[in-house]
Nanobody, 114 residues
């Protein structure tokens, strides 16, 4: 299983960014997928998840600003970040579980300047 995250970068507060996570080695269409983030000096925390059926869930702090989505044809997970805030600065990781094991992508850095 490989999860390749990309799309991070530097964005000004109030700006937008779209993260991608290309998956391989799994039957992507039936897997629940998620995004987590880890700010400097802090623990990795849940951001958003999407089920195989397209149901979504978000941490309260990103609701109405971030949108998680998936393209099952391209085996790719997305996170659309809008109205970015400095507190969104973190390394963002995509995540999935398969047969009781958790897999992580390598992470992509997002920096929001004030």
């Amino acid at each position: 299983v490989q999860l390749q995250a990309s799309g991070g970068g530097l964005v000004q507060a109030g700006g937008s960014l779209r993260l991608s996570c290309k998956a391989s080695g799994i039957n992507f269409s039936i897997n629940r997928m998620a995004w987590y983030r880890q700010a400097p000096g802090k623990e990795r925390k849940f951001v958003a998840t999407i089920t195989s059926g397209g149901s979504t869930n978000y941490v309260e702090s990103v609701k109405d600003r971030f949108t998680i989505s998936r393209d099952n044809v391209r085996s790719t997970l997305y996170l659309e970040m809008n109205s970015a805030k400095p507190e969104d600065t973190a390394v963002y990781y995509c995540n999935t579980d398969l047969r009781g094991r958790t897999y992580w992508g390598q992470g992509t850095q997002v920096t929001v300047s004030s």
